[in-house]
């Protein structure tokens, strides 16, 4: 008999209200918590989803044709307000339909990310990896079979929804260079990181075009902290502006900034990625590229609904991969170089 909501809540000891929040909004439950009612509901096999398989090992499930009622969403880090605005855009298609988000960090660890995926690809009907540290060959091994898509990622054989960095780059480029910034400097993302690669590859084509040769800062960890070392190496490096690979570590380099008294944008200017909602609270108002989180999720989720629909005429028509559009927001962290 299936397990009930009500039977996941009386073993994990909480409410039932809690086990919809740490299957949904995990983000709203403590760790420790969400852990237990997570083991609690995969061992109990909540919500009854797919049949045993003749053929299938020992605690493997074959796909119900159509089903995606349990999705496992692996991201590298939850704490990036980047990916919750993502995950909002799958719960936003997915709970109506009666299916059930579980969402995992692996703390930018490709090991942790491939242990995750194995621990619930046996569990769980679908996959949806977002930004994905790990190689074309691992990912293509690792996931579920015609049931998983990829965000921020471009694998072949994987359909996936990607945002259109390479022109991101380009208007943040294009914006700089028009304010008069001829040396400019990039501090990139992780080295694993397709994101980090589209930019770069971005600012060599828009440096190209400009006549101007990008300062390459070098890769940090994706965090605030990482800030304050992007910060000095700038001074030193003498650039007047600074992209950084996301928000937090542009706001981290504003910081720092601030605590050595350099004005900014008066000094120097500093642009940022993602659009996340901490770039237009603080002083200066962070210039960044801002892509549709939101509707990034809906769009894996909706190339699930695809991948998983069996009927040839769906399957002939099911796009592989999208690209979705970015648009920049200036704010009052970029200006023209000091003497212009």
Aim: aromatic share 4%.
């Amino acid at each position: 008999m299936a397990s009930t909501i009500r039977e996941v809540a009386r073993q994990a000891e909480v409410s039932i209200a809690t086990v919809s929040r740490a299957l949904n909004s995990p983000h709203l439950v403590a760790e420790h918590t969400r852990n237990r009612v997570v083991d609690t509901a995969l061992r109990l096999g909540y919500p009854s989803r797919r049949p045993r398989s003749a053929g299938a090992g020992a605690g493997v499930r074959a796909p119900a044709a159509g089903r995606i009622g349990f999705v496992g969403a692996v991201l590298p880090d939850l704490a990036n307000p980047f990916y919750p605005a993502v995950l909002y855009g799958i719960r936003s298609e997915s709970v109506p339909a009666g299916q059930h988000v579980l969402s995992l960090d692996a703390a930018e660890d490709p090991a942790a990310e491939a242990d995750l995926i194995r621990m619930i690809a046996g569990q769980v009907d679908s996959l949806v990896l977002l930004s994905s540290r790990l190689s074309d060959d691992r990912l293509r091994a690792l996931s579920i079979p015609g049931r998983t898509v990829l965000f921020n990622r471009l694998t072949p054989g994987l359909p996936g929804v990607v945002v259109d960095y390479l022109d991101g780059m380009r208007r943040v480029m294009a914006h700089l260079v028009s304010l008069g910034h001829r040396r400019i400097g990039y501090a990139g993302g992780p080295r694993a990181s397709f994101a980090d690669a589209e930019r770069r590859r971005g600012l060599a084509v828009s440096g190209h075009a400009a006549g101007l040769r990008v300062v390459d800062l070098g890769p940090y960890p994706p965090y605030f902290s990482s800030g304050a070392r992007i910060a000095d190496r700038a001074l030193r490096e003498g650039v007047t502006a600074v992209i950084a690979f996301n928000d937090l570590m542009a706001l981290g380099t504003l910081v720092r900034l601030r605590e050595l008294r350099i004005d900014v944008p008066g000094r120097i200017s500093v642009a940022g990625f993602d659009g996340i909602p901490l770039a237009a609270a603080g002083t200066p108002r962070l210039t960044t590229v801002v892509p549709p989180l939101g509707r990034a999720g809906r769009t894996a989720m909706a190339l699930l609904r695809a991948a998983t629909d069996t009927s040839a005429s769906a399957a002939k028509a099911a796009p592989r991969w999208c690209v979705l559009p970015v648009r920049l927001m200036v704010g009052t962290s970029t200006a023209p170089p000091p003497g212009l």
